[in-house]
């Protein structure tokens, strides 16, 4: 049984650029929630997705997008990219809300130059 | 706004020892999760505590939650090597019908031979 996947682990992009995060959450799972964790920081709530809406979202600006597909995988896009946009982007999957526990990916890192 | 404190954010100790890290919280939650993370990786979970007065081991580790002083510990008994890693506790807090972990800064530990 696949737990959550995602893709790429690593990522280089350049100030100013795009770039697309994908997450295949754990089989069942239906809800998607995305994490930023800078360095030596603990994680940062982006956003969550069910039923391919955002439910709730953090303190995050437009640049941060996303969207949950119909067979429960998301993306999360970054437009405009800073160099504070580098850290490591987790996703989380879960089942009828939190009290399953949440399943959270490898993560994929992003260094923005 | 919902804040989750760990303490101490750094620790050092010698293999065997005993010792209790504290994290608290601002608002009212009834579910708390301890996570592990080694450096470059995701986070494990180790913890889902879910009421008042709810203790969970895991060989050399315990977690308690006491949800009215708004307070979990998480104990390690006899510490080895292999548990240096860094420690995150979340709180779940609900807005509008979702859910979101919001997380401490993490405490790292450092465990010498």
Request: hydrophobic fraction near 30%.
């Amino acid at each position: 049984d696949a737990g959550v996947t995602q893709s790429p682990t690593h990522l280089i992009k350049t100030r100013g650029q795009q770039v697309t995060l994908r997450c295949s959450p754990k089989s069942g799972h239906d809800t998607v929630s995305w994490y930023q964790q800078a360095l030596g920081q603990g994680p940062h709530f982006i956003f969550q997705y069910y039923e391919e809406e955002e439910r709730q979202r953090g303190n995050f600006p437009d640049r941060f997008s996303g969207h949950q597909f119909p067979n429960y995988s998301s993306e999360l896009n970054v437009n405009a990219l800073l160099l504070g946009d580098s850290a490591l982007y987790l996703c989380a999957s879960s089942f009828g809300g939190s009290l399953w526990g949440y399943t959270f990916g490898s993560g994929t890192r992003l260094t923005v130059v | 706004e919902l804040k989750v404190e760990q303490n101490p954010l750094f620790l050092s100790m010698q293999e065997g020892k005993n010792y209790t890290i504290y994290c608290n919280y601002s608002t009212t939650s009834d579910r708390l999760y301890w996570y592990r993370q080694d450096p470059g990786k995701s986070l494990e979970s180790l913890f889902v505590l879910l009421s008042n007065g709810a203790v969970k081991q895991e060989g050399r580790l315990m977690a308690s939650l006491d949800t009215k002083a708004r307070l979990s510990t998480l104990h390690i008994t006899a510490a080895v090597h292999d548990l240096s890693a860094t420690y995150f506790c979340a709180v779940d807090t609900t807005q509008g019908g979702s859910e979101k972990l919001v997380f401490g800064k993490g405490m790292k530990l450092t465990v010498n031979p």
